[in-house]
């Protein structure tokens, strides 16, 4: 592949627990907004400090950080769709310190009145989108922070870069890039811990570790993992993910009424269910149609800016935990232990991030840099070879699951109405659902030989994505977002 670079892996980026309706939107902005203020604000304080050591005459009042005030601009899909995807509330919930794992879904949702003209939100606070796409990403804010109200004493600056999946970039004077982990920003200019012994790049030397080795994929994705986390972090790491998935699809299929943002949008996940189970009790064969329920009860959770993981993004929040959470299902149906399920939970999330970091390495998952095809034909991929793992199936036949989910969703653009996550998005979730798991099957059909790789299809993907005119790509400026309007 082309850029040959080490793979970065790390579970707890591709399955990050956010709000909705966007990880790329809402969960971004907010650990961006976070991390801004809380640089800003130790800017102040030394400022404030090396003026009373040096018994500077100031103006300023230094009295308090907290009177700090802001100026964010938005480029590109960010300014487009802020108050569709929830921009502007998440921005506002990162200044005030809030961390999109832990806040309250309602209190950001209270933040703003989204119908309203956002563009001044308050005296210490103003937001100016540009749908200019920055020179650096498609996802690009830049803070300013200030310790007057006029905004002539600059105390911060910075630009940060939404990258998908709730992952931040950000630039500093130097040029270096750096990127969030384990809560904080370091230098990706400089070498993240690797294990030696294992070289990995593509999913090519992926397949010959295993070989070599005999293990299998999950295995090699644990190994990396354990070079971060200790063996229980990992394991508690998981299970949280795995426990925040279920309780959005549990939640999700108690819910109706009408999702927010002005397309009056009725949630269905709960009738359909609901018929579902009507039909299995007058003996139909509903086969696996209630996956379809539990991915629609988690992309309405993700619409109404619930919490959900992002899997890999929010966008394609739901197939991921529709898919799992259908064999968990068979599982208990069959009275296997919870030791032995949890197992293969871990595994099947393993599995499915290895293919994402590959995916994320040598294209993008971000609706705004290629389309949805990075979405959800990415979260179809990963579902399809972490189902295959748990089939018994070979790391060939992973690989090859992997590629068909992918491949049979290339050139698919990003074209949400109104900017919101709803339209075509959340039935999306239950088609793209159902593709993962035929792709599954159909790669058990065989013995994992193919013509096309899944390398091959990722630059595929990659290059598809770049072509794509830029309307189809997260702004709702073209396709189903401009013909709804005008037809």
């Keep these: 592949m082309a850029n040959r670079k080490n793979v970065y892996i790390c579970v707890f980026d591709t399955f990050s627990i956010g709000l909705g309706p966007s990880s790329s939107h809402t969960v971004g902005p907010m650990r961006a907004a976070k991390h801004f203020f809380q640089y800003s604000r130790k800017k102040f304080d030394a400022q404030k400090k090396a003026d009373i050591s040096e018994r500077k005459s100031t103006n300023q009042n230094f009295s308090d950080s907290a009177n700090l005030y802001f100026t964010i601009e938005l480029y590109g899909s960010l300014a487009a769709t802020s108050i569709g995807h929830g921009v502007t509330n998440s921005v506002l919930a990162g200044l005030e310190g809030d961390d999109p794992a832990l806040v309250d879904p309602e209190y950001v949702k209270s933040l703003t009145d989204n119908t309203a003209d956002n563009s001044v939100l308050n005296h210490k606070i103003i937001l100016k989108p540009n749908v200019k796409i920055h020179p650096s990403h498609t996802n690009a804010m830049r803070f300013f922070a200030y310790s007057d109200k006029q905004k002539k004493n600059l105390i911060a600056e910075r630009d940060y870069f939404s990258i998908g999946g709730g992952a931040v970039l950000y630039r500093e004077k130097s040029r270096d890039l750096?990127?969030?982990?384990?809560?904080?920003?370091?230098?990706?200019?400089?070498?993240?811990?690797?294990?030696?012994?294992?070289?990995?790049?593509?999913?090519?030397?992926?397949?010959?570790?295993?070989?070599?080795?005999?293990?299998?994929?999950?295995?090699?994705?644990?190994?990396?993992?354990?070079?971060?986390?200790?063996?229980?972090?990992?394991?508690?790491?998981?299970?949280?993910?795995?426990?925040?998935?279920?309780?959005?699809?549990?939640?999700?299929?108690?819910?109706?009424?009408?999702?927010?943002?002005?397309?009056?949008?009725?949630?269905?996940?709960?009738?359909?269910?609901?018929?579902?189970?009507?039909?299995?009790?007058?003996?139909?064969?509903?086969?696996n149609q209630k996956l379809m329920a539990y991915a629609l009860a988690v992309a309405e959770q993700n619409a109404d800016g619930q919490r959900v993981v992002t899997a890999p993004t929010n966008g394609s929040a739901g197939v991921i935990p529709a898919v799992l959470?259908?064999?968990?299902?068979?599982?208990?149906?069959?009275?296997?232990?919870?030791?032995?399920?949890?197992?293969?939970?871990?595994?099947?999330?393993?599995?499915?991030?290895?293919?994402?970091?590959?995916?994320?390495?040598?294209?993008?998952?971000?609706?705004?840099?290629?389309?949805?095809?990075?979405?959800?034909?990415?979260?179809?991929?990963?579902?399809?070879?972490?189902?295959?793992?748990?089939?018994?199936?070979?790391?060939?036949?992973?690989?090859?699951?992997?590629?068909?989910?992918?491949?049979?969703?290339?050139?698919?653009?990003?074209?949400?109405?109104?900017?919101?996550?709803?339209?075509?998005?959340?039935?999306?979730?239950?088609?793209?659902?159902?593709?993962?798991?035929?792709?599954?099957?159909?790669?058990m059909c065989s013995q994992g030989s193919h013509l096309v790789s899944l390398d091959k299809t990722i630059i595929t993907m990659n290059e598809t994505g770049k072509d794509m005119n830029e309307k189809y790509r997260e702004t709702a400026l073209g396709g189903l977002a401009k013909n709804f309007t005008t037809c």
């Design 178 to 287: 750096y990127r969030e982990k384990s809560g904080e920003l370091v230098n990706i200019a400089k070498p993240v811990l690797r294990n030696k012994e294992l070289p990995f790049v593509t999913m090519t030397d992926a397949l010959r570790l295993c070989e070599e080795k005999g293990i299998t994929l999950w295995q090699l994705a644990k190994e990396y993992e354990l070079e971060n986390y200790s063996a229980d972090e990992l394991e508690a790491g998981l299970k949280k993910i795995w426990e925040v998935m279920r309780e959005s699809v549990e939640e999700g299929l108690k819910k109706d009424g009408i999702l927010p943002g002005g397309l009056n949008v009725p949630r269905r996940a709960k009738s359909v269910f609901e018929r579902l189970i009507k039909e299995a009790q007058q003996g139909k064969n509903i086969g």
């Design 325 to 443: 959470y259908t064999w968990v299902r068979d599982q208990e149906a069959m009275d296997v232990p919870l030791s032995q399920i949890e197992k293969g939970i871990g595994r099947f999330l393993l599995t499915a991030n290895i293919i994402c970091s590959i995916i994320r390495t040598y294209a993008s998952i971000a609706g705004a840099e290629v389309g949805c095809q990075g979405e959800i034909g990415s979260a179809s991929s990963m579902a399809a070879a972490g189902l295959t793992e748990l089939y018994g199936g070979s790391s060939k036949q992973i690989e090859n699951a992997a590629e068909i989910a992918l491949e049979h969703h290339l050139g698919l653009t990003c074209d949400p109405i109104k900017g919101l996550v709803q339209i075509p998005c959340i039935e999306r979730n239950a088609i793209s659902a159902r593709t993962a798991v035929s792709a599954a099957q159909l790669a």
